[in-house]
């Protein structure tokens, strides 16, 4: 069946970037999606790619796909300690539903 | 917008009573889900509908799970008897569907501890 992996914990240090890693096998995937989740909150979604880009830039935030590997990745720069959170991937290929990852806990120390 | 709309959003109860979880979707959006989320297994999908009918339910735990839709603005989750090992969040979502695409929003979260 479709499964996506990350890996579970990420640390990095103020002003830093962060990059969270994600695989998925799903490969009629059309969006790939990346939402973060703050403490005590819901899921916010942060940002997507079509699964015919290679990279999507949205300020901060940098999303690239290797379609052929199934690797995607969220890269943060200038992390922050507003940035610390749980990120989840999600594959957006089956019939209107999402297949989420476990999540990275990001930690940003100073 | 005001979102996905839960309720409640915080229930403590007893082992053996019934639990009923309540979701309002966006405005307009035709597919809604629900997830459930624990530290050991993560998020997973119980049920979703698109207009108002059950598509795919495979993730409902068990017979003690149901959830239904009556119409487009509304939409519970019942667990009837509860037990500790059912302590979880239990996320809504909804999306347009498609063909509009599977982009999906969460609400905060309805906050269950069985005991």
């Known amino acids: 069946g479709e499964d996506v992996e990350q890996s579970l914990f990420l640390s990095v240090r103020e002003g830093d970037s962060s990059v969270i890693n994600c695989t998925y096998t799903d490969s009629s995937s059309t969006y790939l999606y990346w939402y973060k989740q703050e403490p005590g909150a819901g899921l916010q979604l942060l940002t997507y790619i079509f699964s015919n880009m290679d990279m999507k830039q949205d300020q901060r935030l940098t999303v690239l796909l290797n379609k052929k590997d199934k690797h995607l990745s969220l890269r943060i720069a200038d992390t922050q300690t507003g940035d610390s959170a749980i990120y989840f991937c999600a594959d957006g290929g089956g019939y209107n539903k999402l297949i989420f990852g476990a999540g990275t806990r990001l930690a940003v120390h100073p | 917008d005001a979102g996905v709309i839960q309720s409640p959003r915080h229930e403590v109860t007893e082992m053996g009573q019934e639990v009923t979880l309540r979701c309002k979707p966006i405005?307009?959006?035709?597919?809604l889900f629900w997830y459930r989320q624990t530290m050991m297994r993560g998020l997973e999908l119980l049920i979703y509908?698109?207009?108002?009918?059950?598509?795919?339910d495979s993730g409902m735990p068990e017979d003690r799970f149901s959830a239904k839709m009556p119409n487009a603005s509304f939409s519970t989750l019942k667990i009837q008897p509860s037990e500790p090992r059912d302590s979880a969040v239990y996320f809504c979502a909804s999306s347009l569907g498609p063909p509009s695409g599977n982009t999906i929003y969460f609400g905060e979260g309805s906050w269950l501890t069985v005991v």
């Open positions: 405005s307009g959006h035709n597919s």
């Open positions: 509908f698109n207009n108002n009918v059950p598509i795919d």
